[in-house]
């Protein structure tokens, strides 16, 4: 069996409601969860804050940056919720966001993109040049581009054999085949199919990290369920 933490994610973009999440923390008394404030700005993250406090909730592990972040709200985090994983996208915000964190470069993780678009930020020389901790591999976006981008993912490949693996994302990849035909994104925030999980047990149990995060706008009543299926699922992953 794999030495992983599966953590529900409250996650922040478009079709997730975030205001009823944190009210089923309460709910179901969740004592642990990822963290996804990347759509929120300064002032809805400190609403976000505040109303997390008067939650059940003990612990954050990891939790994903967003641009204008701070190191006081990195501080805050660490302080009061024993956050161990920062996770950043590849991207020139993500870059420069990294570069202003000093305290916390053992601490920060940078995501694999979902398409050929992170080769420029997700290399060997951006990782060493910027002192990056490793890699936040999200297993949808690199079954993506083992789908549709060949070369992108090769490269990525040779990322993932120099550095460690800090965390992973999973969110749902549908398998329709005319998704396939017209080379579209077959990527989901949203999981209405157990089904569209499957694509993990083409992995190597080395491309899964000690933190697991749910990185879908589900409910958390959802959430839990599809962490019961992925705890299933991934004891057998033996590769």
């Known amino acids: 069996m794999l030495n992983t933490k599966i953590l529900l994610g409250l ?69 009061k919720y024993k956050t161990k994983i920062f996770c950043s996208h590849a991207n ?3 870059i420069k966001l990294i570069d202003r964190l000093p305290k916390y470069l053992t601490m920060i993780y940078l995501e694999n993109d979902v398409d050929d678009k992170s080769d420029k930020y997700f290399n060997a020389k951006v990782f060493d040049e910027h002192k990056v901790a490793g890699i936040c591999l999200d297993l949808a976006h690199l079954e993506n581009q083992r789908n549709r981008y060949k070369q992108s993912y090769k490269r990525v490949q040779a990322v993932l054999n120099k550095y460690p693996i800090g965390c992973n994302h999973v969110s749902a990849v549908k398998t329709n085949i005319l998704l396939k035909l017209f080379h579209r994104k077959s990527t989901s925030h949203e999981l209405k199919n157990l089904d569209d999980l499957d694509y993990l047990r083409k992995f190597s149990k080395n491309y899964f990290a000690k933190y697991i995060v749910i990185e879908l706008e589900n409910s958390f009543q959802e959430q839990l369920e599809i962490k019961k299926h992925l705890e299933n699922m991934l004891e057998y992953v033996i590769n």
């Open 11 to 79: 996650t922040t973009t478009q079709g997730s409601n975030w205001q009823d999440k944190v009210k089923e923390i309460s709910q179901f008394n969740i004592k642990e969860i990822g963290l996804l404030p990347t759509t929120l700005n300064y002032e809805q993250r400190g609403q976000l804050y505040k109303m997390l406090q008067d939650t059940p909730l003990e612990t954050i592990p990891f939790v994903h940056l967003r641009h204008d972040m701070e190191q006081k709200e990195l501080d805050y985090l660490v302080a």
């Open 92 to 94: 020139e915000e993500g």
